[in-house]
């Protein structure tokens, strides 16, 4: 699939499909707990399919699972049978480490595994874009880092920090080529925590990286979506555009309505229902309501396409993701 062209005819189309990142919620369909789902190649295969024969989605997104990175790097992980796994504590606590520290093959811990899912849904699921999760390459440092003290390396210790940066990048760089590889038309990565940086070290210690992944790992056949849920999203909308990813995904942190009037109208655009208090703790009726809301906000910019904020949590009940696809659908029948 040309995926340049795919992004074209999205923005061109009157009548437009949502993305949301849906993935998780298929535990439900499956019958199994999350441990489960993430141990398991087929099953997350079968999940996603299962998925696209249910939802007249644009596109198949994976999991959000953003500790899969971090243990192939040696972290500890905590799973749960209902919530997405976590990353526990950190293993760069100085330059020292940061210099130790050994980049990982592609395929250690679960990575490998991810990438079995995502070549069988792509055999699976052939009337839409199959999209893989990833990380982005601060959300991954600050893991390693530990989040909450990732802010404070970036004023203090600059230099292990970009050592670190170096590090990662190369790695999800590789991570990517091998979902491409095995047939992944892009990615979403999700770079979260550079959405709690100052403007300038967003560009300084996210944007220069992901320039580097975009560069390496972007073509007419695999692209590249980049989302960021941080409230400071619209102050940094040059350098986020700046990175030349095809499409952009945030949270509902921000003003969708705002962001959309600031954004170039060359760049997709997408989000950004909330996931917590609508998918997962809404109604099928609140859910219809913000949806309807967002789109008559925002669906006359042709770049435009109505998703979640983020990813949709495991347990969100399946009536409100259901009344928001409905929603979808009955809004652009009437326009």
Excluded at 65 to 76: I, P, Q, T, Y
Excluded at 122 to 130: F, G, H, S
Excluded at 325 to 333: E, L, N, S
Aim: proline letters at 4%; a negative charge.
């Amino acid at each position: 699939m040309n995926m340049f062209q795919w992004v074209q005819g999205v923005k061109a189309a009157k009548v437009k499909k949502a993305m949301p990142i849906l993935s998780f919620p298929s535990i439900q369909l499956l019958d199994i707990g999350v441990k489960e789902l993430i141990m398991d190649s087929a099953l997350q295969a079968k999940g996603m399919k299962m998925i696209a024969d249910r939802v007249d989605a644009s596109a198949s997104v994976s999991m959000m699972d953003l500790s899969v990175e971090a243990e192939a790097f040696g972290s500890e992980i905590r799973f749960s049978d209902d919530e997405v796994p976590t990353v526990i504590g950190s293993i760069v606590n100085s330059e020292a480490d940061a210099e130790a520290l050994a980049v990982p093959q592609v395929g250690t811990g679960r990575t490998g595994l991810y990438i079995e899912a995502i070549q069988a849904a792509a055999e699976l699921i052939t009337d839409r874009p199959v999209f893989a999760g990833v990380i982005g390459p601060f959300s991954l440092a600050g893991r390693l880092m530990d989040v909450s003290e990732a802010m404070i390396y970036c004023y203090d210790e600059p230099d292990m920090v970009h050592m670190l940066m170096g590090k990662v990048t190369n790695f999800l760089i590789e991570y990517m080529k091998a979902y491409k590889a095995v047939g992944a038309d892009g990615v979403v990565v999700a770079e979260p925590l550079a959405g709690l940086l100052t403007p300038a070290f967003n560009e300084e210690f996210s944007v220069r990286y992901m320039k580097q992944i975009v560069n390496a790992v972007q073509d007419e056949n695999f692209i590249v979506i980049y989302h960021n849920c941080g409230g400071g999203t619209p102050m940094m909308i040059d350098d986020i555009v700046s990175i030349g990813a095809m499409g952009y995904h945030f949270g509902n942190a921000i003003d969708m309505a705002e962001m959309v009037k600031k954004f170039p109208a060359d760049c997709m655009i997408m989000g950004n229902i909330d996931p917590a208090s609508q998918f997962r703790n809404g109604t099928p009726e609140s859910i219809r309501e913000a949806t309807i809301s967002l789109l008559e906000a925002c669906h006359t910019h042709s770049n435009f396409v109505i998703s979640s904020g983020c990813d949709i949590p495991p347990l969100s009940n399946w009536d409100n993701i259901d009344s928001f696809f409905t929603a979808v659908t009955d809004f652009y029948g009437k326009v």
